[in-house]
């Protein structure tokens, strides 16, 4: 790939995704493999007056081993100096940049308990920075880059190098890298568009949003008394704004936990940990997931849903255009952050305290007695169908389009 | 390289230099580029039983970058999670195996006020880890692997891919990785032929040392009461053998600070952060350098001695016959590990604890009392030649010969 092409994919990251400013430390995780890209984030940081980089490296090769090899007790532990890391980097202010590069079938053949376990491990130890970065208190964003497995999986059949340079192709074209010059312009426009879609929903404060399309998902799911919808950049506590996600083209909000009713049926495999949910259905009564199937991997679903209290009610309901650029290019990624703007979403788990009035500031009693869900996961599954209607109930029972034949009403 | 051959090198570095043992957590330090061996010599730990395997990666293009364009204040911090986590490294028993690939003029264009202050923040946030690493209270071992940068130092001119071969190539050869089919077998017998050396200057519990040559080196070295000559694998607090270094040549002790006298020639150039101090002498007083001269970057040698009291007086005394392998390949490597086997050679700073009886159980207060120099720095510079003379003076006042011509009398 292009060293200029990358430098400006490494700099839209630092401008429009942490939007790092003068003075700020900027923490930057990224595979081994993927070193190049992230020097090119390093320099652009240092270039956007960054005080300090520091590279949290990981990689997936010694990742996968440490699953498939380490002693049992390893899972249940993370360590102090960990935590104490985290603790450190957000209160010196740090932004996160992160660089996604995960082989979709890393964990594979990894016992499902070590992973389990070690998932709790790290969600109870990290709960507070995790916390941080749902809140927005710190600015922080994800792109992806290819790793060697990761574009054979996307691209079975394909040669190794044609595979890489494909999948740079695919995340650039998800990314809006190629609409214009100057992609950092590009996503200016990008979150300006998002503004009139939300403007339209945070104004209609609708009670309930009606889902309902020919595979059978007919569901209705109230939302909170002070619900805000989110999209494209968000405002930092300190006012900045920012991109956390780069692509990103939903707008989501969060559900009142226990006003959830009716069927959603997966419109697209659910991928978990390398494995791929398929053709499954959640039944929802007062919120919670009363019952479930699935032709494929239903135990590990049953597995998701038993996390914990909080895994079996939504923390998140998205609405994602059927005419958006990744849900027309019609490739499967095998990775959330670019399948998730492939169509209308829900996720089970953790609500995004950003989507209530004054959320970030609220305690986590105060967030569940507005109706949010908490949860250790949060796990995305799409609904969304080309035929998907949504229609938006408010208080006075007045009802209003929001999506028609799977798209936005022409707002 | 051939993988088999790299893989019998990273077997090397767990079974000789950490040996670990089952049930055992080790650290692997490496830098990202070499990424390929980190993995091989974590393979290997985990066939040796190791619990669990921690990658410590650096990256030396982002260290670079840090050090010229952080800003000031970064450079007087060492954050507290760092040292925490060395502690419960420290702690849990781990191995520490270290990939040693730094280019060596990595740091030539920093401003050595930052590498000055960055140096005391670590080493004194540090200090007790150190502690326990120059103790033997863990296990820890170091071996070189080539990067781009390093390969292109040692054999300028040649191009970047052969001049990779051609160091790895080197650093087999050094390492005794081609004497044998069986490296670790060649490695027991390593391990026993220093002890003859060390049985014969153990046996003497010399006084002092004079070393003398043609370039001007005349100097007496006394050693403390109770002091002990290392050498090739040492025995770690819990009673098992492992070689901190591979390559190793050198058997060394630690002086009386005190009583060092007379003058030190410098055989070869000091490489100290990417900058050579060549042409230079040291002269001493009761232990102190009194006065120095040097032909090329005596700034350098002056920042040294005075980074605290301890960097003016010795640390270590190792003789290296002039016959090693490593002075017979002549070759320049431009970095310690390797450099120190080629000649006899001093070290400005904290002397080790393990060469003095009962060193590692005993405090700062008492290994000072009974002689032994401390500092931040520790810093070695060759004074042997191929017609070094070393004379050892008994406490009666016999004088029996050690070295002749540059070599080991037939011990």
Known sequence: MDRSKLRQFANLLVRVGGNVQPGQPVVVGCDVANAGIARLIAECAYDAGASEVIMNWSDEVCSQMKFLRAEEKVFDVYPDWAVRRFGHWDESGAAYLHVDSDDPDLMKN????????????????TKEHMRAVMANSVRWSVIGAPSGAWAAKVFPGVPGEEALERLWEAIFEASRMNEGPDPVETWRRHNENFKARLDFLNGHKFRALKFRNSIGTDISVELPEGHVWCGGGDRARDGILFNPNIPTEEVYTMPLKSGVNGRAVGSKPLQFRGKLIEN??????DGKVVSYKAEKNGAILKNILENDEGASYLGEVALVADTSPIARMGLMFYNTLFDENAA???ALGKAYPSCIEGGGDKSEEELRDLGANDSLVHEDFMVGTADMSITGVSRDGTETPVFVRGDFISI
Chains 1, 2 share one sequence.
């Open 110 to 125: 990894v016992a499902p308990e070590r992973l389990r376990r070690h998932g709790i491990a790290s969600s109870l130890a």
């Open 280 to 285: 499954f259905e959640l039944i929802f009564r």
């Open 344 to 346: 209308c979403h829900f």
